[in-house]
């Protein structure tokens, strides 16, 4: 814990399996904040990276300060044309 009284939390993302670790995380209050923070980041993922072909996996995990691993959110995109045939 830092000198603050708040538990650091580190938020390791993933775009499609692209691991992306998070070096500085953020002080929150409990591990429900961190929860919420995780899920509230999916979308953000998602707006940034999409439309980008028919599919996409967007994951957050989060860690504590000693590296354990405590929480997963993930997101999935995937889109199809339907009847006849489209192209891009």
């Known amino acids: 814990m830092t000198g603050s009284g708040m538990p650091r939390y580190f938020f390791d993302t ?4 692209h ?3 998070d070096a500085d ?3 929150l209050a409990s591990p429900e904040h961190a929860r919420v923070q995780a899920i509230r ?3 953000y993922m998602a ?3 999409l439309p980008d072909g028919p599919s ?3 994951v957050v995990e989060v ?9 997963r959110a993930e ?7 339907i009847g006849q045939k489209h192209s891009r």
């Open 14 to 17: 993933s775009d499609d399996g």
């Open 19 to 21: 691991l992306i670790p």
């Open 25 to 27: 995380g953020l002080l």
């Open 41 to 43: 980041t999916l979308p």
């Open 47 to 49: 707006l940034d990276a």
């Open 56 to 58: 996409r996996q967007f």
């Open 63 to 71: 860690r504590d300060e000693g590296g354990a691993r405590l929480f």
């Open 75 to 81: 997101l999935t995109f995937k889109s199809e044309w």
